[in-house]
């Protein structure tokens, strides 16, 4: 069965960066989107970005616009999300998710979840 396992979560100043992971076992996923979001205490799961593992292609929130770049690793099979000039607003738990064929900004859409990794970011 598909599964995504995220890791690189943790607690960075204000202005800092991190680098999360999503690692994709299970099957092929050469026709799929991997999407990250996030969830704060108290509010909704967010749209961050989406990755098209096929054609390459990105989208972004606005609020992360100029700050955040989903990458990937072929031979890993792993989509990363570098996160630089972190704010405190920035704080969630983070998800990485998969669909088959194109990406979504909408959390409903997506098929696979991983587990989730904490991001803390302090001013």
């Known amino acids: 069965q598909v599964q995504l396992v995220e890791s690189g979560g943790g607690m960075v100043q204000a202005g800092g960066s991190l680098r999360l992971s999503c690692a994709a076992s299970g099957r092929t996923f050469t026709n799929y989107a991997m999407g990250w979001f996030r969830q704060a205490p108290g509010k909704e799961r967010e749209f961050v970005g989406w990755?098209?593992?096929?054609?390459?292609?990105?989208a972004y929130a606005d609020s992360v616009k100029g700050r955040f770049i989903i990458s990937r690793d072929n031979a890993k099979n792993t989509v990363y999300l570098q996160m630089n000039s972190l704010k405190p607003e920035d704080t969630a738990v983070y998800y990485c998710a998969g669909r088959a064929g194109v990406g979504s900004r909408y959390a409903t859409l997506y098929d696979y979840w991983g587990q989730g990794t904490q991001v803390t970011v302090s001013s």
């Open positions: 990755f098209s593992w096929s054609g390459g292609s990105t």
